[in-house]
């Protein structure tokens, strides 16, 4: 993006599930800029696609868009908080100038309570940077994510933090939520809104159900699509195909694309050059997304960068 947020490509957090490498190929396939008043990432975990989202739409010159950002996470949002507030941001920024990447560090941290808006900033920043592959929730002592081999995930640590200023001040254009999805779905309702939702994989189509602080259990699933099916916007769904969501999107377009399963490990420690097995990830998109995107029976089967 040009001027404030000009850095910022990627989040500056990890987090399962977060769509960083997926976002370019699920943004592509939404409705394009200036198709829609209102873009609302319902379950907004690390932004992604809420960033690249607003990527395009600068790119192509709209910036009457409302962008929202919504999650029911409560560290999540308070985090976000802190960085759009520019004072509480320099403060968090300071903490972890001086917070070394380290295992007692890291076990400190899990076991560290606090109710001061940036030191939870300070932890959730820690522990999603510092542990295995963002996982918060899944934190123990022993899932501290160092290498073996070579200093790239002291360097990822450092570069998300060089990362956090211009975030922050991209963060002040949006207007954040911390909502159950339901609520967001009815709050926002209208034509010219375009809704994306990606919640918590569905539990039969995944291998671990302890990734997030908030899981989602089959009947929220279902009701999830209940409202979406009767949403009179724009929508888009992100998961893993399954009988449920077939029969539940069944009049709704499917894209598939082949990627790596970056949350399959399941020690704390990386060996550099270890095989990944493959999922494949899909988006659903609603009839009114289809008919302003424009295209029918999309069928995306690509290579993440194996």
Request: glycine letters at 8%; hydrophobic letters at 40%.
């Amino acid at each position: 993006m040009r001027g404030e947020g000009a850095l910022v490509s990627v989040a500056v957090f990890q987090y399962p599930g977060g769509k960083a490498r997926l976002a370019g190929w699920i943004a592509g396939l939404l409705p394009p800029p200036g198709s829609y008043a209102v873009f609302a990432d319902v379950f907004g975990g690390a932004a992604n696609v809420l960033l690249e989202v607003m990527r395009r739409n600068e790119k192509a010159g709209v910036k009457s868009t409302l962008y929202v950002y919504n999650d029911a996470d409560e560290e999540l949002v308070n985090f976000f908080r802190v960085i759009r507030e520019p004072s509480l941001r320099e403060r968090l920024r300071e903490m972890l100038r001086w917070t070394p990447f380290s295992r007692k560090q890291f076990q400190e941290c899990v076991r560290m309570v606090s109710s001061d808006p940036v030191e939870r900033a300070w932890r959730f920043f820690t522990l999603s940077e510092q542990g295995y592959s963002g996982n918060v929730t899944g934190c123990q002592a022993g899932r501290w994510g160092c290498h073996l081999r070579d200093n790239s995930n002291i360097r990822r640590w450092l570069n998300a933090q060089e990362r956090l200023e211009a975030f922050g001040e991209l963060f002040r254009r949006v207007q954040v939520e911390c909502l159950d999805f339901a609520d967001v779905l009815r709050r926002y309702a209208g034509k010219d809104v375009l809704v994306y939702c990606d919640p918590p994989y569905y539990p039969e189509a995944r291998a671990d159900n302890n990734l997030y602080r908030l899981e989602m259990c089959r009947d929220r699933h279902k009701e999830l699509a209940d409202l979406l099916n009767a949403f009179p916007g724009m929508a888009a769904v992100s998961g893993y195909r399954c009988e449920a969501y077939d029969a539940w999107y069944a009049t709704w377009e499917r894209c598939d694309r082949d990627v790596a399963c970056h949350m399959s490990n399941v020690g704390g420690v990386r060996l550099k050059g270890s095989a990944k097995p493959r999922r494949v990830e899909s988006l659903w998109l609603n009839p009114a997304a289809v008919k302003t995107r424009g295209f029918r029976q999309a069928r995306l089967w690509e290579d993440d960068g194996r």
